[in-house]
């Protein structure tokens, strides 16, 4: 069996409800960044074990949230020794804009990823855009590079789209999949 492990940070929750059903998604482990940008005790080491690596953080400004970078800029050491090398890599995303920039967080993410020398997985879902598409809809945001979420901000965690977390965990599930195709 492989080990999936998911790293986030989340601000107002959002981006953890996400984690949690990609998480669920994967049979992965949960990974928060706290408020600080610092990993859990054990985290890393967890990182090093892991087949796969699904990172998510909400977009702020156009990119991933500071306690995010933070964690990336911590990830040198690994990277110096290429420690991630070969790894599966995966991502996510939450903003309150139907856009919001969301594309150019997963693009961080992958760039982060790559830097790592690790294989990137996408979602592998279809769109759902025609007329009759709802937005609870799997894949209703229409990415293909990593999970996408839109939540209203004024609307709490609790209120997520149901169709963006069952987009998460299919993603979580694909990246699982992926990671059990490639370790036989």
Do not use: C
């Amino acid at each position: 069996m492989s080990q999936v492990v998911v790293v986030y940070h989340s601000g107002y929750g959002h981006t953890q409800r996400m984690a949690q059903s990609v998480a669920n998604g994967a049979g992965a482990e949960l990974i928060a960044i706290d408020a600080d940008g610092n990993l859990p005790e054990g985290a890393w080491e967890k990182l090093a074990a892991a087949d796969a690596i699904i990172m998510g953080s909400p977009t702020y400004m156009g990119s991933v949230s500071w306690q995010f970078k933070k964690f990336a800029d911590a990830s040198s050491k690994p990277w110096f020794g290429q420690a991630w090398k070969d790894k599966l890599f995966a991502g996510f995303t939450n903003s309150a804009s139907m856009n919001g920039d969301k594309l150019s967080t997963l693009h961080y993410l992958f760039t982060l990823a790559m830097q790592h020398g690790g294989v990137w997985v996408g979602t592998g879902m279809m769109p759902s855009n025609s007329k009759a598409a709802k937005r609870d809809d799997n894949n209703y945001m229409g990415s293909f590079s990593g999970a996408m979420a839109q939540s209203p901000s004024d609307a709490g965690a609790a209120e997520m789209s149901a169709g963006d977390l069952e987009t998460a965990r299919l993603f979580g599930a694909r990246v699982a999949e992926t990671a059990a195709r490639l370790r036989k």
